[in-house]
DNA sequence: CATGAATGAGAATTCATTCAT
DNA sequence: CATGAATGAATTCTCATTCAT
């Protein structure tokens, strides 16, 4: 009943769920571990998720969600459309950057066959916002006249590698690194 | 008995692991059902291999090396470069969408922690060809003057995410989107 | 709140009780499905019943009270006993056909280690009825002289078994199939 | 590859499952325990069945088959069939009061839900030899014309009610007991 | 070298029971 | 009295790995 606390626990057990995962995978972050990362009893899992694989599936959901209102959070439709393509560009990059844990969940997620596990619905659902912000940029041709579709995977399939090159420590990226990495990413898809 | 028959086991091993985790992920893809699916037993598998984690790294290493042979297969140094970029993106491409096992293996492992696993100087030398592919270009002016490891992380990001998009099979591309997809992937690091 | 209600409570659990095991078994019946079963909260039954063990020993003793009732309804002791019986073994059949949930569920129970943990004393005095109509019968010789404990054996058993048959489905009885079921039955033990 | 061990694991296995059944019931027994009293690993019971519910499916055909063979390994077709059905009736009772374990898993199994998990056919093939032992002499007139099922059900139901009551110890059974349970049996079935 | 039965630690999940509200 | 979220011990089952043959 007390709203609160439930909001608490859930949010407990998708917090421990997306550090052992992201860290250490799916398969070496027992619910045993994700419960006494949460503080929570094993069993209590169970009473937000009816299994694993749905808990996985929930948090992906989750927070992908909000990595996608996060990345548009500063979005101004007034401004032209190559400046709030940079603020997307550079929003997208800067926030896994800043929250790894997110990313290397995510990434993992999408590229395993968790994914396949996902109604259609859901995956259009979150695509959405990122396929209505090019799509109206490729009606009103500021961008090449390219199936969004196609747009969102080399825009999005170059951020994340951009990313995991980050995180991964092994090369220091500047801002003048990231800029240049917008203008190339840029270049590409404006109408020529 | 001799080496060719040995060969040929380390290679049913391979296949068989392949087809398994590019299905069904590292986790439900046992060691009892790889061996089933390559007619070997199980405790040949650890004739070869020190152990799951080690078959798998050896796997990838394996399929990263030959995939990249095979996408520089055609490459001609004689030729202007960009034919010689658009011959590497299309065939990089084709490669992986006529080869989806190795493409969802090989992502998979990227994408999760086992990629830590290997030793620095195997990430290295896989990355090689393609390192001094790019860079030469950019030494050449005939790229945009970003780090290599920039260009490679755009390049194959976003070839990634289209083989992705492609196989997932939502989406029909034709020739020309991958020829728009070129364009837009040139035009992005060609110099400006 | 008061009496009524209590007695309306313990009822559901006990209905919800019976057709869980009757159709699951005892385990396949969790407290928390027989709770959703009765509309009431898995910690309500632990005010009528101390255990899971308590509430199924309960509901026995309750329904198999319940079941000796209404098989001896009709009985007569002015009518001769070959009547008597006739009413009674082809009552019990009819009884238990017509009410499954308790047959499949008293005879799951008498059939397993949960038989053991009623009192002695709730054994005889379930029994009593049965005894007694047996026990003067033989008396009187109008039956073989045999135990009367035998005698019980023998003609519910037999009764049981084909109750069984009958709920299985596999073959369809007619009411003559009965009637020689009653003459197999009394041709037995009648006194020679 | 070691037929005579292989053997010795799965009777050991199927031992210790009937002596945990017998005395403490389906759900009191775990996997854990029955490897233990088996002196195998746990896992060591799923090479040789599926699962819990399979192990004891199987040891039900096991145990059944050798029961019924058990019960006419005396029997001799060239006698009188009266001769046959008492040898066969206290045989019956004889055989599974000497082997309690093996009556009291078999009835908890028949009386639970357990027994739908069984294909038809298997049931259909473990009653076969008591069907025909019961009709041919239906057919030869030596025993009332009743539907075998329906003899099948009243006599093997008497005589299951016997053994439990003999196994119950409450009731001391002598063998004028039984002789009197036999007529009383007899007399009921035979032609009148 | 090859086998595959056997192991047993560890994983997911269940469920009787409790207790704060 | 009633609730049902929370517990955590217990259970079933999996699977990487070993080793006697």
Redesign the pocket.
Known sequence: ??TV??F???EAIFQATLELISKHG??????????KKA?????????????????ICALYVYKREKSIQNIFKNDDPSKPFKDRFRSFYLQMINYYYTNPKEFYFLEQFMNSPYISMLQKEDIVRLEQPIYDFLRKAVFTQVVRDIPPKILIAMVTGSASSLIKLRLSGEFLMTSSDLEMAFFTCWDGIKKP
């Not at 094993?42 to 749905?54: L, N, P, Q, R, V």
């Open positions: 009943m007390n606390k439930d608490d626990k859930k799916f398969h070496s972050s027992p619910m045993s571990e994700v419960a503080n929570v009893a094993a069993g209590t899992i169970y009473h937000y998720f009816k299994s694993k694989d749905e808990l």
